[in-house]
Nanobody
Framework: VQLQASGGGLVQAGDSLRLSCAASGRAFGAYGMGWFRQAPGKAREFVGGISWSGQTTFYSDSVKGRFTISRDNAKSMVYLQMNMLKPEDTAVYYC????????????????????WGKGTLVTVSS
């Protein structure tokens, strides 16, 4: 599976942004998908995850209620809708795939994801 994230940019605090992740490969529909981010000088961290069917989602506490992850298996796409953005959301955002079904939060460990795309930079100004 090859992944390509897009949609990043420079926004102001309180604005919204939607990230997209395009996937190639016929097995996409069977993979759990996650969004992660890495701020300057910090470790990469989990943001959100979605199971293979899209019926189960997970979020980090820092984005819960503001971010929404979704997927369209017919288009091999995963999205991250980010609302009420804060300066602390500034980071490079990555999408990643887990060859499991993504049914459990533990499936979205940074070190356990099987495929990674190149990131897209989100900068939130105050």
């Amino acid at each position: 599976v090859q992944l390509q994230a897009s949609g990043g940019g420079l926004v102001q605090a309180g604005d919204s942004l939607r990230l997209s992740c395009a996937a190639s490969g016929r097995a996409f529909g069977a993979y759990g998908m996650g969004w992660f981010r890495q701020a300057p000088g910090k470790a990469r961290e989990f943001v959100g995850g979605i199971s293979w069917s899209g019926q189960t989602t997970f979020y980090s506490d820092s984005v819960k209620g503001r971010f929404t992850i979704s997927r369209d298996n017919a288009k091999s796409m995963v999205y991250l809708q980010m609302n009420m953005l804060k300066p602390e959301d500034t980071a490079v955002y990555y999408c990643a795939a887990d060859r499991g079904l993504g049914l459990y939060l533990t499936d979205y460990d940074v070190d356990g994801m099987d495929y990674w795309g190149k990131g897209t930079l989100v900068t939130v100004s105050s």
